[in-house]
């Protein structure tokens, strides 16, 4: 994980966002979101630090980041916000509470920021507005 965040601070463009890719995919992959992935796997991310972690390390990563870039890491953040919204199914009955629990801890981080991700309603790319409004729904 460490590598890749220095990477999102390269200079080249494509490392960057290939640094981003492999970190949403530690953190936030959609095959674990929309139910196609292994309950086992959602339960052990759930067990882990680094989503929630990471979070501060990506935004204050964000102003180094081009359009796309930024585009990318609000769908990370709205991913992350989205771990609340598993189908149910999905995880284990005696896991439910640590599960919510972990989901609400993330959460929590991400509010830390709505400030900020409010400020990105005004920025001149409508992709990042578009991104930011719908992490502000998902968090509020």
Excluded: C
């Excluded at 916000?81 to 609400?104: C, E, G, H, Q």
């Amino acid at each position: 994980m460490y590598s890749w965040l220095l990477e999102a601070r390269s200079n080249d463009r494509n490392v960057r966002l290939a640094a981003l890719g492999h970190i949403k995919e530690v953190i936030a992959p959609w095959e674990l979101l929309d139910g196609y992935g292994s309950s086992k796997d959602l339960q052990r991310l759930s067990e882990s630090l680094v989503p929630e972690a990471v979070i501060p390390f990506l935004i204050d990563l964000f102003p180094l980041q081009d359009e796309t870039g930024k585009t990318f890491m609000l769908e990370i953040f709205y991913d992350l916000a989205r771990y609340k919204y598993v189908n149910l199914d999905f995880i284990p009955s005696d896991k439910k509470n640590t599960y919510f629990m972990w989901t609400d801890k993330i959460r929590d981080k991400l509010y830390i920021y709505i400030s900020f991700f409010n400020s990105l309603l005004t920025d001149v790319s409508f992709n990042i507005q578009q991104n930011a409004q719908a992490l502000i729904n998902i968090l509020t």
